[in-house]
């Protein structure tokens, strides 16, 4: 029997983690809105990827500061969209 961790396949994160991270004080509208709104879970997914690859690149790639200022920038607008979208009256 081989003592080596099982490596999971093509698990994804969960879209929600990154998200409700940046925005605790809204939790429970994110969570509303990721139930109902088909786009606003597209949006949490992108978040959460993008928050992935600037992880991964202030990791492994620091060197590549222009790919950084790319995925920073991003950030800033989907954040932006997510809090538009949060903001909205419920029901809309």
Same mark, same amino acid.
């Given at each position: 029997?081989?003592?080596?961790?099982?490596?999971?396949?093509?698990?994804?994160?969960?879209?929600?983690?990154?998200?409700?991270?940046?925005?605790?004080?809204?939790?429970? @509208?994110?969570?509303?809105?990721? *139930?109902?709104? %088909?786009?606003?879970?597209? !949006?949490?997914?992108?978040?959460?990827?993008? =928050? $992935?690859?600037?992880?991964?690149?202030?990791?492994?790639?620091?060197? @590549?500061?222009?790919?950084?200022? *790319?995925?920073? %920038?991003?950030?800033?607008? !989907?954040?932006?969209?997510?809090?538009?979208? =949060? $903001?909205?009256?419920?029901?809309?």
């Amino acid at each position: 029997m081989s003592m080596l961790p099982v490596m999971k396949k093509n698990v994804r994160p969960d879209p929600l983690r990154d998200v409700l991270a940046r925005f605790p004080e809204s939790g429970n @509208r994110i969570r509303e809105l990721f *139930q109902a709104d %088909e786009q606003f879970r597209e !949006l949490c997914t992108d978040y959460g990827e993008c =928050i $992935a690859a600037l992880r991964r690149f202030r990791k492994q790639d620091a060197g @590549r500061v222009d790919r950084i200022q *790319q995925y920073t %920038e991003l950030q800033v607008s !989907l954040e932006r969209e997510l809090v538009g979208k =949060i $903001a909205e009256p419920a029901g809309r």
